[in-house]
């Protein structure tokens, strides 16, 4: 269940990746994100706290864009649910 859940939210973090709207920094970040979560070498409550620390830097950023800002709260909202 939370291998999917994982996936689904690295996924979301790829369109952050690839819009080139976003600033680089920003996508530099979110891309950092997602390798840390995808590491399974790691435990998963160490990766999804650790995403989430990136992405609360993401959101405070004020070059993000709106619809940037919206995706990564969803991202955090989904990361919060596999936190253990």
Do not use: F, G
């Not at 590491?39 to 990136?54: P, Q, T």
């Amino acid at each position: 269940m939370s291998s999917e859940k994982v996936m689904q939210i690295a996924e979301m973090l790829t369109q952050i990746i690839e819009d080139t709207s976003i600033p680089r920094n920003i996508r530099k970040a979110a891309e950092e994100a997602k390798n840390i979560l995808l590491n399974e070498k790691e435990d998963l409550s160490i990766r999804v706290s650790s995403a989430l620390y990136i992405l609360e830097e993401i959101s405070n950023d004020r070059n993000l864009p709106i619809h940037a800002r919206t995706l990564v709260w969803n991202i955090s909202s989904a990361l919060e649910t596999i936190k253990e």
